[in-house]
């Protein structure tokens, strides 16, 4: 695409649509949102960024194999139930750790798998379909 409006739009939506997502990505664990909607977030931005400046440019950007996203994130969401079976409980409970200025949790790391995963698949389409 050679509109020079459209290119310079889409610097600055990308970076507030993955600033947005991020926001979205954090908000999830108390209100709606978290890593799916974020994903869709995050790849509606490549996308634009796909239609004005290609595909080369979006894999430059993300720097890794959308395959190998989503396949890490099924891992890493896989695996975030497994502190709860050290702890006697059932697969996927929330487990804490809390210190006097921070929480986390096996939450954060399951949205962050689903993240990934949705990233990595949407990705995967998307690439595939603008090559083509």
């Known amino acids: 695409m050679k509109s020079v409006i459209l290119k310079t739009a889409t610097r600055l939506m990308i970076g507030l649509m993955l600033v947005f ?9 108390h209100e709606p949102g978290g890593g799916f ?5 995050a790849g509606t931005a490549f996308s634009l960024l796909a239609i004005t400046n290609g595909t080369d440019h979006v894999r430059k950007a ?10 890490s994130g099924l891992a890493l969401a896989a695996g975030a139930g497994l502190p709860a079976l050290f702890f006697g409980k059932p697969f996927l409970t929330g487990i804490w750790w809390q210190t006097e200025t921070f929480a986390a949790g096996t939450p954060l790391l ?5 993240f990934l995963a949705v990233l990595g698949a ?3 389409i998307l690439l595939a379909l603008e090559e083509n």
């Open 37 to 41: 909607s974020a994903a869709l977030l």
């Open 62 to 71: 993300i720097r890794i194999r959308p395959s190998i996203m989503a396949l």
């Open 21 to 29: 997502a991020v926001y979205v990505f954090l908000r999830g664990h």
């Open 110 to 114: 399951f949205d962050s798998g689903v």
């Open 122 to 124: 949407i990705l995967s």
